[in-house]
């Protein structure tokens, strides 16, 4: 038992994951693994302990341990979440068990370990990195920062603490019937790009989240906002992208016209 579990007192539990080797089995099942735990042991502790104890076979991804990285995301209980920083306590049904599942909706590649390659090529179609103004000149240091108000920061509705783990994405009922769907984690990038002043390339992607894959086949169902570790809400950005598509000409225009302004206080 780990340093993090010798703390409090000792309980039993049960922790039933959800199994499959593609090289073996026909289909998922459920294992269940009797162990003692305490108040401090978090779900990935039990993990790691069944890994290290029980079964070495088990497999899935983990890394910070500290809800930064996101690679921990799992389904627990039917709800997607981070492992790392939840007790197993919490989670006890009324026979001392949890339910440990791979995020839904994406493809099982061993036990707790999903494919997110559509996840990531959603990600990336977005552009989810900033297009500077025309004063940045990318062979020369720039002599001070672009100066944002903090307005504008406040516009970005903390968007920025995105950890991409991807719990979002594969709680969206839409992405489970359409995989060309960008995703609300791919939705909640662009509009961090949209929002600030910085980007100059608004317009384009107003444009590009505006098609029948975008923001306007959200159905609004609210699983993105339950299920994120940082507490953000997607479908309030997909809802100000919606607003912004409509009208993305004139939002372009008013760009240009701020950027005049940080050009001029970064030169």
């Not at 998922?28 to 990935?44: G, V």
Request: aromatic share 6%; with cysteine; hydrophobic share 35%.
């Amino acid at each position: 038992m780990s340093q993090a579990q010798n703390t409090g007192q000792v309980m039993k539990a049960v922790i039933r994951i959800q199994r499959f080797n593609p090289d073996v089995d026909r289909k998922p099942y459920l294992a269940d693994y009797p162990l003692d735990i305490t108040d401090d042991t978090t779900l990935l502790d039990a993990l790691e302990t069944i890994k290290n104890e029980l079964d070495g076979s088990l497999t899935f991804r983990r890394s910070c341990r500290h809800a930064i990285c996101g690679s921990c995301a799992m389904n627990i209980n039917g709800k997607n979440t981070l492992v790392c920083n939840r007790r197993v306590k919490a989670f006890l049904d009324g026979k001392g068990r949890v339910t440990i599942r791979p995020l839904p909706y994406l493809p099982i590649i061993k036990d707790l370990v999903v494919d997110r390659s559509a996840f990531w090529e959603q990600y990336l179609r977005v552009k989810p990195w900033l297009i500077p103004p025309a004063s940045y000149n990318e062979n020369q240091a720039p002599n001070s920062e672009f100066r944002v108000m903090p307005e504008e920061v406040a516009a970005l509705k903390n968007a920025e603490t995105c950890i991409m783990c991807g719990a979002c994405y594969s709680a969206c009922s839409v992405v489970g019937m359409n995989k060309k769907y960008i995703g609300p984690h791919a939705l909640l990038k662009s509009f961090l790009r949209v929002m600030d002043p910085r980007d100059s390339a608004p317009a384009e992607r107003l444009e590009n989240v505006g098609g029948d894959d975008g923001v306007f086949r959200c159905h609004t169902i609210f699983n993105c906002i339950d299920v994120c570790p940082k507490g953000l809400n997607p479908t309030q950005a997909i809802e100000t992208l919606r607003k912004l598509a409509q009208k993305r000409r004139d939002f372009e225009a008013a760009r240009v016209e701020r950027q005049k302004t940080l050009e001029a206080d970064h030169v």
